[in-house]
């Protein structure tokens, strides 16, 4: 079956690049997503990727995926403290969507 | 994106008793999907909502201890029965605005559940 993996933890200084990893197994995934969850908040799409990209950048967010190896990496530019949070990355097929088990990111000042 | 909106947003409950949670959406959606979160732990989904038809649950889950309504493209709900502390969890409804064009899930806040 699907078994998504992310690292438990991240910790950060503000102002460096954040770099979260997730592998995954469903080769026919056909989008990849990231999620945010802030304390006591549900979770806020941050960005999806399509299977047939490589690259997708949206402001201070590039994701890349490498579909041979099955590996999906969010990075956040100019991390800020308000960029604490967990970050579930998920793979969808057929909409049903499987998560990983979410990377807290901690930002120092 | 569609506007998800869930109640109560928390609630404390006693063991025993049963708790009916609703997500209502600001606009027609194809997919409605109920999602459970434990504490410290990431997402499992419990079932599809099916509007006119009983919903689909996933392995794990059954519709005595989730039933699941949909009664439109706009509404749904979910109820824990008998709660017990082991069901103290948050609940998330997400849905898919169009199947058809691929798009991507959005969640609501969630319902943060506590038994006692």
């Given at each position: 079956g699907e078994d998504v993996e992310q690292s438990l933890f991240l910790s950060v200084r503000e102002g460096d690049s954040s770099v979260i990893n997730c592998t995954y197994t469903d080769s026919s995934s056909t989008y990849l997503y990231w999620y945010k969850q802030e304390p006591g908040a549900g979770l806020q799409l941050l960005t999806y990727i399509f299977s047939n990209m490589d690259m997708k950048q949206d402001q201070r967010l590039t994701v890349l995926l490498n579909k041979k190896d099955k590996h999906l990496s969010l990075r956040i530019a100019d991390t800020q403290t308000g960029d604490s949070a967990i970050y579930f990355c998920a793979e969808d097929a057929g909409n049903m969507l499987t998560f990983g088990g979410g990377t807290r990111l901690m930002v120092k000042p | 994106s569609a506007v998800i909106s869930q109640k109560p947003s928390r609630d404390i409950c006693q063991r025993g008793t049963s708790l009916t949670i609703q997500c209502?959406?600001?606009?027609?959606?194809?997919?409605?999907?109920w999602y459970r979160q434990q504490p410290g732990q990431s997402l499992t989904l419990i079932a599809t909502a099916n509007q006119g038809s009983e919903?689909?649950?996933e392995s794990g889950f059954v519709i005595d201890k989730f039933p699941i309504s949909r009664p439109n493209l706009t509404f749904s709900?979910?109820?824990?029965?008998?709660?017990?502390p082991e069901d103290s969890s948050i609940y998330l409804c997400s849905?898919?605005?169009?199947?058809?064009?691929?798009?991507?899930?959005?969640f609501g806040d969630g319902t943060r559940l506590s038994i006692l």
């Open positions: - | 209502q959406v600001d606009s027609q959606v194809t997919m409605m999907f919903a689909t649950y709900t979910l109820t824990v029965s008998n709660m017990s849905v898919i605005s169009d199947r058809d064009s691929n798009q991507p899930q959005h």
